[in-house]
């Protein structure tokens, strides 16, 4: 943390532009800790004071102060071509430095650490078989709370990181809930909830929702609907509008559910889910009014709608 600090001190005064403290930050900041994260899983805490640094040094040139950062740290740690500054993220680049021990102990690699956890932690175990209780050493038990699901004989720290970097997100303009908002299309949360043990009840939910859009021809998968979407996006047509609240609802009481799975350990039917979402989209509708055309009338009908809700006949 000194190191870092001295040299944040010493380059601070000279008249460094934006892209010349980038590179510094890339080159040399964010190395300095490389010998002993290669080691340990270090603390949080310590990984966010030395980020702390970082951000104050690219965008204040000192400490950082607020409303001073363009941008959000998970973007900045974005790949160049995704947009971002290629500064890596410090605790996710730990974790691919500490996978390197994990593989070695998969592996049986030649080395004398190697050969003394295998005699003396696992006792001919694997490392999923030894349970995390009991007095063990901060970097042991941290390992152990990795987990390596396939072994690759292409295995390094560059294909680790890629797996575990911050990745860009993909964004759609949509007219949601009244105002003109920037719709997140989360991929990592639809795709998680879909492929965990590829439970026909998840998949069930948009096969389901889309039937109400009024346009049947929509793809399934998450990557071809937001293709099919994009045309759509600046549209003002009813249809239009029915089909993307149809997938912001659902896409967002999915990654609910998800989440209420994933870390409250609540679950509810797939059939709970979808009547949430229809009453959400319901409620949306019927705040809207309608031209009377052959589109809205079959709105009104597959979402039973009143009548009331179109309007006179366009000229």
């Known amino acids: 943390m000194e190191k870092v600090k001295r040299r944040i001190n010493d380059w601070k005064i000279k008249s460094l532009s934006l892209a010349g403290r980038a590179q510094l930050i890339r080159s040399l900041l964010s190395s300095t800790h ?15 004071e ?51 021990h994990i593989w070695s102990l998969l592996l049986n690699k030649e080395s004398l650490w190697v050969k003394w956890i295998h005699a003396y932690k696992l006792n001919g175990r694997t490392l999923w078989e030894i349970p995390l209780r009991g007095k063990m050493s ?9 987990n390596i699901s396939n072994v690759d004989s292409d295995f390094s720290i560059a294909n680790a990181w890629d797996c575990i970097r911050p990745r860009v997100m ?23 909830y879909e492929t965990q043990a590829q ?14 859009t009024g346009i049947p021809n929509i793809p399934f998968d998450l990557s071809s609907i937001v293709d099919f979407l994009i045309p759509l996006a600046k549209m003002r047509s009813v ?28 679950t509810r ?3 709970q889910v979808i009547s949430i979402i229809k009453s959400t989209v319901r409620l949306k509708l019927l705040t809207c009014k309608f031209k009377k055309t052959k589109n809205v009338q079959m709105i009104i009908h597959l979402w039973k709608l009143p009548t009331s809700l179109s309007g006179s006949s366009p000229h």
């Not at 490389?34 to 805490?45: C, E, G, K, N």
């Not at 901060?138 to 990795?146: D, N, S, V, Y």
Request: proline share 1%; aromatic share 14%; glycine share 8%.
């Open 138 to 146: 901060w970097g042991w038990r941290k390992i152990l709370q990795r």
């Open 34 to 48: 490389i010998y002993w994260a290669s080691v340990f899983i270090l603390p949080s805490s310590l990984m966010l």
């Open 199 to 212: 439970d026909s009840r998840y998949t069930e939910v948009w096969n389901q929702m889309k039937s109400f």
């Open 170 to 192: 993909r964004w759609i303009g949509f007219m949601l809930f009244g105002s003109r908002t920037r719709f997140l299309v989360m991929h990592s949360p639809l795709a998680g």
């Open 269 to 271: 039917a797939r059939d």
């Open 50 to 100: 030395l980020e702390q640094l970082m951000r104050g040094f690219l965008w204040c040139q000192c400490e950082m102060r607020k409303g001073k950062a363009k941008v959000g740290w998970e973007d900045v740690c974005l790949l160049t071509k995704e947009g971002g500054l290629g500064i890596r993220q410090l605790e996710r680049f730990n974790k691919a430095l500490i996978s390197t």
């Open 239 to 266: 249809r239009s509008g029915v089909v993307k609240l149809v997938f912001a609802a659902t896409s967002y009481f999915i990654w609910q559910e998800r989440n209420n799975r994933l870390f409250m350990k609540t």
